[in-house]
T-cell receptor
Framework: EPEVTQTPSHQVTQMGQEVILRCVPI?????FYWYRQILGQKVEFLVS????????KSEIFDDQFSVERPDGSNFTLKIRSTKLEDSAMYFC??????????????FGPGTRLTVL | SQQGEEDPQALSIQEGENATMNCSYK?????LQWYRQNSGRGLVHLIL?????REKHSGRLRVTLDTSKKSSSLLITASRAADTASYFC???????????FGTGTRLQVFP
């Protein structure tokens, strides 16, 4: 069964460093998402991406964050200058597009980001 | 106020019993999705119910949706120890494509 994959599974970085989290969505999906979950808290939406542009973003997704689909398979999240509070599990998700709404969002296993 | 609040926050049952988890939300939705998360792991999609549906089944799972009360329930029948996990509801509000997650119910099933 097709699945969303993410690399790395765990990333440790120093505060102020740039990190790039990578995702390979399910191949026939057209909508891509990033969410994060700070330890012990809710899963929070960061950004959605469709047709090579950001569809929607949350207040969390400030200028320090960017997303890119550099080729036909990868979807990346870049954090330019990491802060301690960016430590979280980051989930990538993808979905097909139906005529009136998006549909089931399939999540990857997550990348645990630890900022020291 | 929060979109997507589950109750109970925690539930402990014996194997073979049924587990019911409830979710409330605040806005009009396209659909509501239930996910499962084992400790520190990824989110596994369980079931999606659209706003025009009232009930849906998948194996031992039964989901109901009451849009007039803005609530949903997830029933797991004949629970197993392997069902031990956190369960989240997530709503896709009308006019948006993002999911808003609830706080989750931690289910513990004792063998």
């Amino acid at each position: 069964e097709p699945e969303v994959t993410q690399t790395p599974s765990h990333q440790v970085t120093q505060m102020g460093q740039e990190v790039i989290l990578r995702c390979v969505p399910i191949s026939n999906h057209l909508y891509f998402y990033w969410y994060r979950q700070i330890l012990g808290q809710k899963v929070e939406f960061l950004v959605s991406f469709y047709n090579n542009e950001i569809s929607e973003k949350s207040e969390i997704f400030d200028d320090q964050f960017s997303v890119e689909r550099p080729d036909g398979s990868n979807f990346t999240l870049k954090i330019r200058s990491t802060k301690l509070e960016d430590s979280a599990m980051y989930f990538c998700a993808s979905s097909e597009v139906f005529t009136t709404s998006t549909d089931t969002q399939y999540f990857g296993p997550g990348t645990r980001l630890t900022v020291l | 106020s929060q979109q997507g609040e589950e109750d109970p926050q925690a539930l402990s049952i014996q194997e073979g019993e049924n587990a019911t988890m409830n979710c409330s939300y605040k806005t009009s939705i396209n659909n509501l999705q239930w996910y499962r998360q084992n400790s520190g792991r990824g989110l596994v999609h369980l079931i999606l119910i659209r706003s025009n549906e009232r009930e849906k089944h998948s194996g031992r799972l039964r989901v109901t949706l009451d849009t007039s009360k803005k609530s949903s329930s997830l029933l797991i029948t004949a629970s197993r120890a392997a069902d031990t996990a956190s369960y989240f509801c997530a709503t896709e509000a009308k006019g948006t494509d993002k999911l808003i997650f609830g706080t989750g119910t931690r289910l513990q099933v004792f063998p």
